[in-house]
């Protein structure tokens, strides 16, 4: 600890807690509303067709079915990046399209609605595969993108957003390399995070122009903002957020639910829930980007990156809503931990007759890294170089420099993270397994361990604006007032922490508002670990403007200056005279001290982590068990230890590190169905298969905010995919280039079995 | 028919349309049928304690009997509320995650406090599920060790990976410490 805080660094209880293990929580699914409907979707069970007759006729007549809509009936409302993907469109671009919408008095009964509706389609050709999609002849999805090659940038990011990197010589970069390597790698297998509570949304329109909704996300602001662009400025739109079930960053954007929910209630005036089933979760909501990437890179023998050449293909599925911020985002991180003069690394988005890929934590980064560090790799092997003296030598050190997503170069200025990674080396015992490329740590019989070693981090702890209000009621309490709502992290009771020691204050004496767009300020929300930083940093010097106002109005009565006092408990007192103190009352008692907080965005600091992993192998088997997980950062100040260390161990699930052994979407090649979208057939981890974690936690002072910290958990899930890859390709003393790393592909690679590509690439 | 016959034959309708069971420690006795506050045939116990009773509490997460969200205690034991028919639950004494408190003073149960104390959720959308399971468990058994806890909760699907954090939660209610 740095400082000796009342608060900060020590562990306290989360506010929420007793709600959540006594089940009163409310969560959207768990909230009341009076004359509600339910709504259900009809999907296509077709991977690309057009609609060419509706038949609703029978439908309608099931009494208690109160909306029916389809394609003809709904106004033009479209989303997308850029928005050309219509709410509800004649043509059906995946297994799961939106055909039609139902509400009625019950679930059951909107359920058998569905089955009533008879739908006429005409199949059109459809592709699965990014590579055959931009091949000449293929099916294309959109009139609006030739070549099924979406239209690049982001345009929140700016003109200047990020789609490329390309900068030095590649010549020159490549005439100085010692060894050049070229190949082709691919973290393709579109895992899933599925938070256990599904996405929904209730909806209540009142004519002519307003929409209440109630919504399950991170940051109803961005609902709203997100919403207003789709049904167009003129409707009023008013969002209240509720604890979310696990988000994993899938919950940024639910523009789909939302509009549904919107659009039924538009239909019979009354509030309409939707709440998607868990087989719709994984077939229809979020993937992560698929990603392959094909790549030329020199190297030094001291492990010097002297150029990088080649193309990122960002596979979005049915369309993109953020991909284009996630290969910016993407693009930034691969800079932060590669120190290289000259990038030629050009990129596309390609759309296919899948479901759409979107927001997952990791951003964009993970999926880049997944894809380049086993490349990097062959040159570090051609090279003898251990790849844990790789990272440390080549992420990024204080005053160098990166393109970040909106195009602009930053220097850093945070610190370095050589040490927390050393300890983290120390904590795994790198040096003692490290035993060169392809060679095993140990073995017995048909076992063999391997270790692997991956890091990532990003600047998006500073992304985007935060603002927010601490308002003091003079009888000693405080509320704080923002549209944040509660994911999982714990955050909100960390900003009660940050005010309690600002204000010196019991922290049962600080309340936090509920979330909504309504009242509370504009906040980005908690994505891209910003949590700590942006939005603490709006948490604190809202409370740090409340408590000068309150100081201002102190001061004529204790006689003091504003800058010489002090408060403690809710008293106020001169520095060094605590006898002379008066409550905070005193002011008066018929007063709001408001105090307001702003963050602009800052993308000239950066978070950090390393994963070490050891696998066990069985050659016989082709299984492959995790044994051993270290996770080693630096986050200047813990603000919470438990909810940090929970953060860290999420490094398993939410397609993190399961995603590279046996974490997959499953997609049937001929039909487009995604096979294992339930919960018994898409495999997750138990209870009783967790591996040791052991997280190693510096507390470097960082420049931040007042407390030095910034925030690590989104990143906590990203190195570690590509450190599997490269532990069992250790383990077995073969290259393995493909993710999940399923016992078949481990059999391929030892020639046990034949292989069968899908998901890949070959080096 | 005799007049007895239609009287039986009445009775045993009428005992039909209810299902009388024990719900964190109060009787319910549900009418059977259609409308709205009644339970249908086809429901699931999950659905008769989230939808007839208010008792949002457990959670669904699958509907499948695949991930654990939405165990409850049947007579002590954990079951799988979304994978068990109202109607077969008639006799059963079933309890839930809003009464595991003590029923006489409000407190919370030790396994429930232990989470607290141990931080032992992130979202906790699992959490009661989790919580149920646990219960079951140490209603069998006092004095789990590690392993028991783990394979015991085998069943609960985490998402945030909270477990490392309730394992120490479980191990610390276990008479045999942890
Ligand atoms: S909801 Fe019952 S097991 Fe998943
Ligand atoms: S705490 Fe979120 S899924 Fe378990």
């Given at each position: ?5 009342r ?23 768990d909230?009341?509303f009076?004359n509600l ?19 609703k ?6 009494k ?18 850029p ?6 469109g ?9 055909v039609?919408?139902i ?18 389609y ?19 999805l ?25 900068m ?6 490549f ?10 790698c ?6 899933n ?7 929904g ?6 004519e002519p ?7 399950s ?7 709203r ?26 919950k ?8 549904f ?16 089933t ?5 077939a229809?909501?979020v ?5 392959k990437?094909?790549?030329?890179v020199?190297?030094k ?6 150029a ?6 960002v596979?979005?599925?049915h369309?993109?809503?953020?991909s ?8 930034g991180?691969v ?12 990129t596309?988005i ?12 990791g951003?964009g ?18 090279l ?34 050589s ?9 795994f ?7 060169g490329?392809?060679q095993?740590?140990?073995?017995k ?8 070693v ?15 209000y601490v308002?003091?009621s ?5 509320t ?16 009660v922490k ?5 204000l010196?204050l ?7 508002s509920?979330?909504d767009?309504?009242i509370?300020p ?14 603490g ?11 000068r106002?309150?100081?201002q109005?102190a001061?004529?009565?204790l006689g ?5 006092l ?7 007192f001169?520095?060094?005279k ?14 709001t001290?408001?105090g ?14 390393t994963t ?24 200047g100040?813990?603000?919470d230890?438990?909810?940090?260390e929970?953060q ?6 939410s397609?993190g ?17 995604i096979?294992?979208a ?28 007042r407390f030095?910290?910034?925030?690590v ?15 069992v ?15 078949e ?18 080096l | ?9 009445n ?25 709205p ?25 699958c509907?499948n ?57 992130q ?19 006092s ?9 015991a ?5 985490c ?8 394992v ?11």
């Amino acid at each position: 600890m740095n400082e000796p805080y009342r608060y900060i660094g020590k562990a306290t209880q989360r506010n929420d807690a007793v709600g959540i293990v006594t089940g009163t929580v409310q969560y959207l699914n768990d909230v009341k509303f009076k004359n509600l409907l339910y709504a259900k979707v009809l999907r296509s069970p077709h991977p690309h067709a057009l609609i060419k007759n509706i038949d609703k006729s029978k439908a309608e007549n099931l009494k208690g079915v109160k909306a029916i809509l389809t394609w003809e009936n709904v106004p033009d409302w479209k989303g997308g990046t850029p928005g050309v993907t219509r709410i509800l469109g004649r043509r059906l671009r995946f297994v799961g399209d939106v055909v039609a919408l139902i509400a009625a008095t019950s679930e059951e009964i909107a359920k058998e609605a569905s089955s009533l509706i008879d739908v006429e389609y005409e199949i059109l050709p459809a592709v699965f595969d990014e590579e055959e999609a931009v091949k000449p002849g293929a099916p294309q999805l959109y009139d609006e993108f030739p070549g099924n090659i979406v239209t690049p940038g982001f345009p929140i990011f700016g003109p200047k957003c990020l789609t490329a990197i390309a900068m030095g010589d590649m010549d020159k970069g490549f005439a100085e390399a010692e060894v050049i390597v070229e190949g082709t790698c691919g973290y393709a297998n579109i895992p899933n995070p599925i938070p256990p509570e599904p996405p929904g949304a209730v909806a209540l329109w009142e004519e002519p122009s307003r929409v209440t909704i109630w919504v399950s996300n991170q940051a109803p602001h961005v609902d709203r903002m997100t919403l207003s662009e789709i049904f167009g400025h003129e409707v009023e739109i008013f969002t209240h957020g509720h604890p979310v079930g696990g988000s994993f960053g899938t919950k940024i954007i639910t523009w789909q639910v939302q509009a549904f929910a919107t659009l039924l209630s538009r239909a019979t005036g009354r509030p309409v829930k939707i709440i998607y089933t868990k087989e719709e979760h994984i077939a229809a909501f979020v993937l992560r980007p698929s990603s392959k990437m094909h790549a030329r890179v020199g190297m030094k023998k001291d492990g010097t990156v002297t150029a990088v050449s080649g193309k990122w293909l960002v596979g979005t599925g049915h369309y993109s809503m953020t991909s284009q911020a996630q290969l910016a985002v993407g693009l930034g991180e691969v800079q932060i931990m590669t120190r290289c003069a000259n990038w030629d690394l050009q990129t596309d988005i390609i759309c296919t007759n899948r479901n759409a890929s979107g927001s997952v934590r990791g951003f964009g980064g993970q999926e880049l890294k997944c894809a380049f560090i086993p490349i990097l790799s062959r040159a570090m092997a051609q090279l003898n170089l251990d790849p844990f003296e790789f990272i440390k030598k080549n992420y990024i050190k204080p005053g160098e420099g990166y393109f970040w997503r909106d195009g602009n170069w930053y220097i850093y200025r945070g610190i370095d993270y050589s040490e927390a990674m050393d300890k983290g080396a120390e904590r795994f015992g790198w040096k003692e397994k490290w035993r060169g490329w392809l060679q095993p740590s140990a073995q017995k019989g048909s076992l063999r361990s391997g270790v692997g070693v991956g890091v990532h981090g990003n600047a998006d702890i500073g992304e985007d604006t935060s603002e927010a209000y601490v308002r003091l009621s003079t009888e000693g309490t405080v509320t704080l007032i923002t549209s944040l709502t509660e994911h999982g992290t714990g955050q909100r009771s960390n900003y009660v922490k940050m005010i309690g020691e600002v204000l010196q204050l019991p922290l049962e004496r600080i309340f936090i508002s509920a979330s909504d767009s309504v009242i509370a300020p504009f906040d980005f929300g908690p994505v891209g670990s910003r949590g700590t930083y942006a939005i603490g940093s709006a948490a604190i010097s809202a409370a740090e403007d409340a408590k000068r106002q309150l100081f201002q109005l102190a001061a004529p009565i204790l006689g003091a200056n504003v800058e010489d006092l002090e408060t403690v408990d809710g008293l106020i007192f001169a520095k060094g005279k605590p006898e002379q103190c008066i409550p905070w009352i005193a002011t008066g008692h018929d007063r709001t001290i408001m105090g307001y907080g702003r963050f602009d965005p800052d993308y000239t600091l950066a978070n950090c982590m390393t994963t070490f992993v050891e696998v066990e192998v069985d050659t016989e088997t082709g299984k492959v068990t995790l044994q051993n997980v270290v996770n080693a950062t630096d986050v200047g100040q813990i603000i919470d230890p438990p909810g940090l260390e929970g953060q860290l161990n999420g490094c398993l699930g939410s397609s993190g590190i399961d995603s590279a052994i046996f974490e997959e979407t499953i997609i049937d090649p001929t039909t487009g169905h995604i096979l294992n979208a339930n919960l018994i057939d898409y495999k997750w981890r138990t209870f009783s298969e967790l591996p040791e974690i052991d997280n190693v936690v510096l507390e470097t002072p960082i420049s931040s905010h007042r407390f030095r910290a910034i925030g690590v958990g989104e990143v906590a899930t990203s190195p570690g995919p590509s450190a599997i890859l490269m532990a069992v390709s250790n383990a077995i003393g073969t290259w393995l280039h493909e993710y999940p790393v399923t016992p078949e592909r481990v059999l391929a690679a030892l020639n046990k079995v034949k292989s069968q590509e899908h998901a890949g690439g070959a080096l | 028919m005799s007049d007895i016959t239609v009287r039986e034959k009445n009775k045993k309708i009428s005992q039909a349309k209810r299902v009388t069971l024990i719900i964190n420690g109060e009787q319910r006795n549900l009418e059977i049928g259609h409308l709205p506050h009644q339970v249908e045939t086809t429901h699931t116990l999950l659905h008769t304690l989230r939808e007839t009773l208010g008792l949002t509490g457990t959670k669904l997460t699958c509907d499948n009997g695949a991930c654990g969200s939405c165990t409850v205690l049947m007579d002590g034991k954990a079951i799988l509320s979304c994978m068990t028919l109202t109607v077969e639950c008639g006799g059963k004494d079933i309890t839930t995650i809003e009464g595991l408190k003590d029923r006489d003073t409000g407190a919370l149960d030790p396994l429930q406090q232990s989470f607290i104390d141990h931080t032992a959720f992130q979202c906790g959308f699992c959490t009661p599920g989790i919580i149920m399971s646990a219960k079951a468990l140490l209603n069998e058994n006092s004095t789990p060790t590690e392993v028991q806890v783990k394979e015991a909760l085998s069943g609960n699907f985490c998402r945030c990976i909270s477990h490392y954090q309730v394992v120490r939660a479980v191990m610390a209610v276990s008479e045999g410490g942890a």
